[in-house]
């Protein structure tokens, strides 16, 4: 690596780290260029250079600074509704944190913000995790546990959404119970 | 009406007006506040005197300029199945034009924005929607077609959150064969 290319590096972290930050103590209604690159001890222009918009920066920071759950495969006890409570009751506490919320409405705001952000988000982030639960029902399936033509994909978007959804609009959030109810509600139409 | 709140009206009605027609031009992430003053024939300090960001005057231009989804009661024609089925499939029909995509990034932007907008926004669009749906489903329990432990808030945020997912991802557009599985899917857990 050469120097250059070295410094490159350090401002890239730095700009990166600085959004990372500024989005938990602040949100991302309060998060501006100007202030990340305060933060950051770089120039607007650099930060412009490297990514086109407020949105494109937040994703990165997000994806790469740890903000995101990690991706780690849904646990498979052999019971399907054990597996999906415990997936939906883990994304349902970690949403409803402060730094949870503030992650999800960035990443949204970026989302509805950037179409170029929308793709990379949901290829890097939401895609993933879709397809980890996917698999979980798919195997569920093999085993009998859903019925025959049980409806993967419509099943996966009715769990991932109805936890979006409760977040998304700020109002009272989402609890573990409501978590259950849903897993069961899908589970007796797909059994 | 004084002279002069007759001009403020005027102006009210003109900002809201270049909102509504640059939102639907360019959507949210191209519009500004300078861009809405020009086309209003105003001045920025206008519009920061009634609203305090792009947000608030984004969720007043959805409201009052016509683009939201009136607020009609589902149909009642005393089976559930068919009467989910219409409305999940307008509002699916809805959401995936142009104008309905625009709609909804814009309303879900300006809600992970700023806390204040996001009340105002549930009061006024999505806590009267959902109520809607609730009654009908209250209806359909009372009636026996739901069983009679069915949990109703449960059943209105998985047919609205799943469509919700689909839309916000900004991938393939969700069908109405989507809107019928889901629907099959609540029923076949709640009946």
Redesign the interface.
Known sequence: MTGGRRRSETSRLAILDAARDLLLEGG??QLTIDAIAGRAGVGKQTIYRWWG?KGAVVADAALEGGLAQPLTPLPDTGDIETDLRRWLRAWTEHLTTAQGTGLI??L??A?????TV??VL?ERF?QPHEQLLRDRLERARGAGQLASDA?VP??A??L???????V????APPTVD?AD??V???????G
Do not use: K, M, N
Request: glycine residues 8%; without cysteine.
């Open positions: 991302y209604e918009s409405l960035a949204t705001a989302t509805a913000d950037d179409h929308a793709d949901f939401t409806p419509t099943i978007s009715v991932i959404g109805s936890l979006l959804y409760r998304l609009t700020r109002q409501d109810l849903v069961r509600l899908v589970l007796g139409g797909a």
